[in-house]
Each structure stands twice: as C-alpha cells, then as structure tokens.
C-alpha cells in the first residue's frame, strides 16, 4: 500500500508538464535520499532508479560481505551466512547489492516522504510559474473569466493557472460574466505567503501598445515605432508613431483602410477614442500634432518645459476636450505643460459667449444669455451693478466674469 501511495505522488510529480526531465529526477532522488540519511545516518551506499516514463522507482543497496564474527553494522554489512544463502559463491570482501522494498523504512518514514514529495512538487509548481510570468511580463495573455468579486477578478489561463485583474486595472466601463474571455498584459508578478500572485491589467500603456503590434504588422516587423503613449483608459489615447521607411505612412498604416485596423483596438478597449500622430523632435509641431483635433494658431514655449498654444475661439473647446482629456494627453505625450490662449484679432468684432464654456459655468452663461447677452462685448456693455441687477448673480460670480471677457480683447 505505501509503495502505490508514493508512485501515485510520483505519476503527479510526471504529469507537471512545466518541470523538465533532469529537475523531476533530482528532485525526487534528492527526497529519497534525505529519507534514507534520516533512517540509516548515510546514502553512500545507495541506488536509487528514478523511472519518469513509467512513473515509479527503485532502490538499491550495496553491503559488504563479512564474517559472521564481524558483522556489526547491517545497513554497510552483511554476514558471510546470509550472503551464502543469497549466492554459494560469495566471499568475504565482494559486495552484495538487494533492493530495498518501502515498506522496510516504516510506516513514519514513509508517510514523511510522501509528504516531503509532495512539497517538494508544490514548490516546484510555484517556482516555475512564478519565473514563466515574470519572464512574460509585458505580454499580452488570454484567459477566462472564472469568479467576479468587488475588487476583482479572478482569471484563470490556459493551463489553469490564476490570474488577477484588480478593479484599479480595469477599463471603467469593462463588463464581464463568468466564462468570457479577457485579453490583458501581464502587469508584475508578485510572491505572496509563497505563493505567486500574477497580476494583469487592461488600463496599462503597454496593453494598448501590444494590441497595435497585433494589428498592425508594420509595428511588429519594426518598419514602425511606437514612440510615444498617453492614455486614459476607457476615454481616450494619442500614440505617437515614427517609420524608418520613408514609404511607409505611419499613421495610415495604424489606422488601416477605412480604420479597419484601429477599429479592433477601439473596440477591445470599450470604444476608447485613440488620435494617432506622427512623431517628431520638433517640440512646436509636436505639440501642434498633439492637440488634434484642434487647428493650433501658434505655440510659444517657455522655460520649465512649458508652452504657450494659441487657437481661434471656436479650437478652444476642442484643445481642451471633454473634461480636459485632450489638452492633459497632450501634456503627457509632449511632456510639456501646455496652457491655450484663445486668438483675438483686432478686427475681430465679438466672441460668442458660448466660447467661454470652459472658463465660466453653464448656468453663468444662460443667465446672461436671458437678459439678452449673447456676446463678450455685449456682457461688457452693461455695468457691474446692472449685471448683479439683471441677472440676479452673485457680485464674485458677476466680478469673475467681467474679468474673464476683459482679459479676451487686452
């Protein structure tokens, strides 16, 4: 019963795919070993035949014949007598190999291999799939969705190892049931209690650069560079690209014919809007490239990595973007803090008091579009009081306002 107990942990320990030949066969001489050393005090005199194809193994001991007169330590010896009734012809001094059943090491010790085994196959198992992620990280992995909690995930790979894809590294409008299929990078791997803790997340830079080098082959052969990415997941990307061959139109190759390629991107990341531009050392015009969609009049940069972007009003609103998402992804891809400036000409009558939407609160506005103040100048017409009158305003909220239309045409 013990020997089947142990080649059934044995055919376990064969079945780890993962675990190369040499390994699996140190490891378990190794156990055996150590058990025997623990039993006799040495292993010197010991075979022990590891057989991986069939999932079992055998131990040899090696004895010298001596006479009976001075036989003393049965695990190096043995008596001429008991030799004689093995072979008639054995003589003192030649060596006597038999194997050693299981059985004979006693039911502790045998029990105590069996569980040395088996974590022995356990620490294995963590070790080799903690070093086969830390070498992935960075890669996009596929998994399914096993179990859903509050704060995450739990994803189980191909091979059924689990995977963890917290709340924080989920794209805020991700949905998903048991049983779907996730796509997402391997984030870090971390050992937890000895155990590996993989993490995976789909709100990394690296995901969406991964996704271009599947879709566009240009990216993944090397003709194309992703240079730079800025992104905030779920809402909106800009990816800098660069081609080595002058043939090769970087941007059009990313976006495909009719955005066939950046589609499945967009797609994969729950309708992310993603801007992708052509790179360049030029600091102005990158950062020109980096406001698109918006039409930039000037850049002026200043010191501290700064810079000043001037537009006509009615670009304004689209440098900025909804919620401020296009100028902060501009600043994050150009590295430069970039402030806009709406251009007024001097021959420019008025601004429309709409262009004004990200400085002053909506209901700012509509109450002096009700008292017939559809314009900058026809704001600044009117005096303070008749403003705070008219509109029944806050005098800080009318005093604020006067100041940012002033501001418009000095």
Request: aromatic residues 8%; glycine residues 4%; contains cysteine.
């Given at each position: 019963?013990a020997?089947?107990?142990?080649?059934?942990?044995f055919s376990e320990?064969k079945e780890?795919?993962s675990i190369d030949?040499?390994?699996?066969?140190?490891?378990?001489?190794?156990?055996?070993?150590?058990?025997?050393i623990?039993?006799?005090?040495?292993?010197?005199?010991?075979?022990?035949?590891?057989?991986?194809?069939?999932?079992?193994?055998?131990i040899?001991?090696?004895r010298?014949?001596?006479?009976?007169?001075a036989?003393?330590?049965?695990?190096?010896?043995i008596?001429?007598?008991?030799?004689?009734?093995?072979?008639?012809?054995?003589?003192v001094?030649?060596?006597?190999?038999?194997e050693?059943?299981?059985?004979?090491?006693?039911?502790?010790?045998?029990?105590?291999?069996r569980?040395?085994?088996?974590?022995?196959?356990?620490?294995?198992?963590?070790?080799?799939?903690?070093?086969?992620?830390?070498?992935r990280i960075g890669?996009i992995?596929?998994?399914?969705?096993?179990?859903?909690?509050?704060?995450?995930?739990?994803?189980l790979?191909d091979?059924?190892?689990?995977?963890?894809l917290?709340?924080?590294?989920?794209?805020?409008?991700?949905?998903?049931?048991?049983?779907?299929?996730?796509?997402?990078?391997?984030e870090?791997?971390?050992?937890?209690?000895?155990?590996?803790?993989?993490i995976i997340?789909r709100?990394?830079?690296i995901?969406l650069?991964?996704?271009?080098e599947?879709?566009?082959p240009?990216?993944?052969?090397?003709?194309?560079t992703i240079?730079?990415?800025?992104?905030?997941?779920?809402?909106?990307a800009?990816?800098?690209v660069?081609?080595?061959?002058?043939?090769?139109?970087?941007?059009g190759?990313?976006?495909?014919?009719?955005?066939?390629?950046?589609?499945?991107?967009?797609?994969?990341?729950?309708?992310?809007?993603?801007?992708?531009?052509?790179?360049?050392?030029?600091?102005?015009?990158?950062?020109?490239?980096?406001l698109?969609?918006a039409?930039?009049s000037?850049v002026?940069?200043?010191?501290?990595?700064?810079a000043?972007v001037?537009l006509?009003?009615?670009?304004?609103?689209?440098?900025?973007?909804?919620?401020?998402?296009?100028?902060?992804?501009?600043?994050?891809?150009?590295?430069?803090?970039?402030?806009v400036?709406?251009e007024?000409?001097?021959?420019?009558?008025?601004?429309?008091?709409?262009?004004f939407?990200?400085?002053?609160?909506g209901?700012?506005?509509?109450?002096?579009?009700?008292?017939g103040c559809?314009?900058?100048?026809?704001?600044?017409?009117?005096?303070?009081?008749?403003?705070?009158?008219r509109?029944?305003l806050e005098?800080?909220t009318?005093?604020n306002?006067?100041r940012?239309?002033?501001?418009?045409?000095?």
């Open positions: 019963m020997q089947t107990n142990l080649i059934d942990t320990f780890l795919k030949r040499a390994t699996m066969m140190s490891v378990l001489e190794e156990v055996f070993r150590a058990t025997l623990k039993i006799h005090g040495t292993d010197e005199n010991y075979d022990i035949i590891i057989n991986v194809d069939k999932g079992d193994f055998e040899w001991r090696n010298e014949v001596v006479s009976d007169e036989f003393e330590d049965p695990n190096l010896e008596p001429l007598s008991e030799a004689l009734k093995i072979d008639e012809d054995y003589e001094g030649e060596d006597v190999t038999d050693v059943k299981v059985e004979d090491f006693g039911r502790r010790a045998i029990l105590a291999l569980q040395n085994l088996t974590n022995k196959i356990l620490e294995l198992e963590r070790d080799n799939l903690y070093n086969t992620y830390k070498n890669d992995i596929t998994g399914e969705v096993y179990q859903i909690w509050k704060r995450e995930i739990l994803v790979d091979e059924g190892n689990e995977l963890i917290p709340r924080e590294e989920q794209i805020p409008s991700d949905f998903f049931r048991k049983g779907d299929t996730i796509r997402a990078i391997v870090r791997v971390e050992m937890r209690n000895g155990n590996p803790l993989i997340s709100t990394s830079t995901f650069e991964r996704l271009f599947l879709e566009v240009e990216i993944f052969d090397g003709l194309i240079k730079r990415i800025a992104r905030v997941p779920g809402e909106r800009k990816v800098a660069e081609s080595y061959d002058d043939r090769v139109d970087p941007v190759a990313c976006v495909g014919m009719k955005g066939s390629r950046i589609h499945g991107i967009v797609r994969e990341l729950r309708n992310e809007n993603i801007d992708v531009i052509n790179y360049t050392t030029n600091i102005q015009l990158f950062i020109q490239r980096a698109s969609p039409k930039v000037s002026k940069l200043l010191e501290g990595e700064k000043d001037y006509e009003p009615e670009q304004v609103s689209l440098a900025i973007g909804k919620n401020g998402h296009n100028i902060k992804l501009a600043s994050q891809l150009t590295g430069f803090e970039i402030d400036y709406r007024v000409n001097a021959d420019d009558e008025d601004v429309d008091i709409d262009e939407s990200d400085e002053i609160e209901w700012v506005l509509d109450a002096l579009k009700a008292i559809d314009t900058a100048k026809s704001v600044l017409e009117l005096s303070r009081a008749d403003l705070i009158t509109t029944d005098e800080e009318v005093d306002v006067l940012i239309l002033k501001s418009e045409f000095e």
